[in-house]
């Protein structure tokens, strides 16, 4: 896995990153799940990270 952060229309590596130039790459695109529990702390009242990744489980299956 490889934190990266999008600006200006490029995904920019966080860490420095062995990639072999010209090379594809296929890439999977997730939020990092602790900026969202940041974002989103004490909307729910109190709660725990296990709480937190059950109610979210919920959302992507609906």
Known sequence: ????KYEKGLLKP??????EEG????VIIEEDIDELIKKY???LGKSS???FLEL???????
Do not use: S
């Open 1 to 4: 896995m490889i934190r990266v």
């Open 14 to 19: 966080l860490e420095p990153v062995e990639l």
């Open 23 to 26: 090379k594809e790459y296929k």
């Open 41 to 43: 702390r004490g909307v």
């Open 49 to 51: 990270v296990e709480e």
């Open 56 to 62: 979210e489980e919920e959302a992507e299956i609906q």
